[in-house]
């Protein structure tokens, strides 16, 4: 496993919407472990292939099973060619930053619980439903493969003057 460089904004790689996923092969389990020890060591909570330069359609996510219990084990996910399907109507306000865009945060409204469904890394079909945070750190991911990053979305940004601990 390698630990991957993170492109930054302006890089187009960003803007670009990425490409649905179509061989299962040893080039694409290299990409999934590599940006599993890239977001793990950035340090990040969710990291989607185009952060690392890949414009394909993959997204790893790492969060505690249960958010409310201190030292929760972390489950990881990792989704191919990812789609939200059954967003709540429910909105919720949160603070997100990113690591394509270092030292920045924003308030961003999100549908407080969805349904993502996928393929998981051997090409199975796979479904999480999450709420709260979980579901925001999905939503951030699957905005990265169709070009869309969190300040695009936030209705205040600013640069915060304590250090971000769990960038989205």
């Not at 993959?58 to 099973?65: F, Q």
């Not at 409310?68 to 429910?90: F, G, Q």
């Not at 999905?138 to 969190?150: K, M, S």
Request: hydrophobic share 45%; net charge negative.
């Amino acid at each position: 496993m390698t630990i991957r460089n993170i492109v930054t904004l302006p890089d187009p790689v960003l803007r670009r919407k990425a490409r649905a996923v179509t061989r299962f092969d040893t080039a694409l389990q290299t990409l999934v472990d590599d940006m599993v020890e890239t977001m793990r060591a950035a340090p990040g909570v969710g990291l989607a292939a185009p952060q690392v330069g890949a414009s394909e359609r993959v997204i790893v996510v790492e969060y505690p099973e249960d958010e409310e219990v201190e030292d929760s084990p972390k489950k990881l996910y990792v989704l191919v060619n990812p789609e939200i399907v059954k967003p709540s109507e429910a909105t919720v306000l949160g603070v997100e930053g990113c690591l394509s865009i270092p030292g920045f945060v924003g308030e961003v409204a999100r549908a407080e619980a969805l349904t993502v469904r996928g393929l998981n890394r051997r090409g199975q079909a796979m479904r999480v439903k999450a709420s709260g945070w979980l579901a925001r750190i999905f939503q951030h991911e699957v905005d990265h493969l169709e070009g869309i990053v969190f300040t695009d979305r936030a209705e205040r940004i600013w640069q915060p003057q304590e250090p971000i601990v769990d960038n989205v």
